[in-house]
């Protein structure tokens, strides 16, 4: 466990109590346990029972460990938390993509743009040089002519034969989607 800095023994000695970041002796400021402290914490976990990986976990977030957390995923969680405690959180902006990555992943996007998601069951057609090409969204990427493909791109090159954007080729970009949004509120 990380050492708890109590301050407030210093206030019998007749001094004001320390404030973080305001001036004052920077030796008397909490020192952030270096690299090797947090490694040492860190490799502590391992040698932890799962018991007490879950009474850890609730003293650090004051809530329960999820249901069904493996032991694995308990001692990453409560290293990061150590981490995080030492060197400090994420900026919004990062924990913002992060969820935002996170939120197109459990949707199960299939484009590469993760402002895009193509519902399972969805027909994209597109008319080239006289023929249309009919594509059908599944579950595990996209199916053309019969034959399943990971991906739109993929798919795009062979009916051109030329390096297209799959997405960009099917009209499934953003831009696109904004503009079919427009023309429907008109």
């Given at each position: 466990m990380l050492p708890i800095h109590d301050t407030s023994a210093r206030q019998h000695t007749g001094g004001p109590a320390p404030v973080p970041g305001r001036g004052g002796n920077c030796n008397d400021r909490v020192r952030k346990p270096?690299?090797?402290?947090?490694?040492?914490?860190?490799?502590?976990?391992?040698?932890?029972?799962?018991?007490?990986?879950?009474?850890?976990?609730?003293?650090w977030r004051r809530t329960e460990p999820p249901f069904g957390i493996s032991r694995d995923l308990l001692i990453r969680s409560l290293a990061s938390e150590l981490q995080?405690?030492?060197?400090?959180?994420?900026?919004?902006?990062?924990?913002?993509?992060?969820?935002?990555?996170?939120?197109?992943?459990?949707?199960?996007?299939?484009?590469?743009?993760p402002g895009v998601v193509l519902k399972t069951g969805t027909t994209l057609v597109r008319q080239w040089r006289g023929h249309a090409h009919t594509v059908l969204v599944r579950e595990d990427g996209f199916e053309y002519e019969g034959q399943q493909?990971?991906?739109?791109?993929?798919?795009?090159?062979?009916?051109?034969a030329a390096?297209?954007?799959?997405?960009?080729?099917?009209?499934?970009?953003?831009?696109?989607?904004?503009?079919?949004?427009?023309?429907?509120?008109?």
């Open positions: 270096g690299l090797s402290d947090i490694e040492v914490e860190i490799a502590g976990l391992l040698g932890r029972s799962t018991r007490e990986l879950r009474l850890a976990w609730r003293k995080q405690r030492a060197h400090g959180s994420p900026n919004l902006a990062l924990r913002r993509r992060l969820q935002s990555l996170a939120r197109a992943s459990e949707r199960s996007a299939r484009s590469v743009d493909y990971r991906s739109l791109t993929v798919i795009a090159e062979r009916i051109t390096h297209w954007s799959g997405p960009r080729f099917f009209g499934v970009t953003k831009r696109a989607h904004g503009s079919l949004l427009t023309q429907a509120g008109h």
